[in-house]
């Protein structure tokens, strides 16, 4: 089961966006006994970012979180090369925030997450179907680099962008011996 947000010491939303080829995933985690928690919201291609004003039945990512009931508050870590998505989101009352990227960053981030049991909800197949699959690329010998596929990482990604900005203080504060900061407190709306 997720666990229930007054026994989680940080909680939010990591936010991968896709279109035609690659999904738009939203994936809740939480952080809690010592293991992340996630569970899928949503993992879909061809979402708009907003509503259709026309035709609100056209999926959106705007629409997906609405229908989530996603708190306003909630911090929703994305993929930062899209930063109009961010904005939009931003503008419909989001708490929409950018990932940190640079050289070496996949590989820290996917570090980081190995540090930590990770419980996958049943129901989030898609979770579930990439961590079975995520890969390394092979040199010609077979043997495997510390590189990458760029496949099976859409979950993995929105999973990564969120532990980024959560997960690393936990391990200072854990080397530190020092009580993690609980999220409660602000978000006593959920």
């Known amino acids: 089961d997720f666990p ?18 690659d999904p738009s995933v939203c994936v809740e985690c939480a952080f809690s006994r010592d293991a992340l928690f996630v569970r899928e919201i949503f993992y879909d291609t061809g979402l708009l970012i907003g509503k259709n004003s026309e035709d609100p039945n056209i999926p959106s990512i705007q629409g997906l979180l609405d229908d989530a009931q996603i708190s306003k508050l909630a911090p929703i870590y994305c993929d930062s090369a899209y930063p109009q998505e961010i904005a939009f989101l931003r503008a419909c009352g989001y708490n929409a925030q950018p990932c940190r990227k640079g050289a070496g960053s996949i590989n820290a981030g996917l570090d980081l997450l190995k540090q930590f049991r990770i419980y996958v909800v049943r129901s989030s197949q898609n979770i579930q179907t990439e961590l079975e699959n995520y890969a390394y690329k092979q040199r010609p010998d077979g043997t495997f680099t510390d590189i990458p596929e760029d496949r099976y990482n859409h979950a993995i990604d929105a999973i990564r962008y969120w532990g980024e900005r959560n997960l690393i203080s936990r391990l200072i504060n854990a080397a530190r011996d020092v009580p993690a900061y609980n999220p409660v407190d602000l978000y006593d709306q959920f």
């Open 4 to 21: 229930d947000l007054s026994v989680c010491q940080r909680f939010g939303y990591g936010m991968d966006f896709g279109f035609s080829q």
